[in-house]
């Protein structure tokens, strides 16, 4: 993929939403360097800056390594925290005051899958998996996987609707209804 189609790869997905597609061409830039060193040395002034505007003014802790596939939403970035060994899949939202990491002690941190919906304030912690086509409540704290297409919510969360056909618009249909 040439450097153009990497740092725009999430702009369809913010469409509607500038500061998400500000967010996401940042990231994608800086993102692009961590797996070249030489790339990441000359722009290493470029990352810098990723720091200062994107965590320290904007609020959004999403280092440049992480791994996340195409079609990244960001709604209402602030406080969102993402740890740096973090997996996450295609097409997914991430919302404001979410924190997504390790719990603290040896082990690793949250994989997500792809199609994932993540409300407003959850905590996702420990080395677990989110399947793909997941839909979290707002509010909810995960500390255990949650299978396939399932919606999630509470604290702890706990699944409250397994959904047999798991495309995403349908799942994020079957959370609004």
Known sequence: MNFIAFITQDWSANSQNTK????AVLFRIANW???RKIIRFILFPYLVFYRIVVEWVLGIELPYNLTIGEGLKVYHGQALVVH??????RNCLL????TIGNNG???GSPSIGDNVNIGANVCIIGPITIG???VIGAGSVVTKSIPPGS???GNPARVIRQVKNTTHT???ELLIA
């Open 84 to 89: 740096k060994h973090t997996v996450i899949g």
């Open 151 to 153: 919606i999630a919510v």
């Open 33 to 35: 360097s961590s797996g």
């Open 20 to 23: 998400g597609k500000l967010i």
């Open 95 to 98: 919302r404001q005051s979410t």
């Open 132 to 134: 793909n086509n997941v």
């Open 105 to 107: 002690k040896a082990g």
């Open 170 to 172: 349908y799942t994020t």
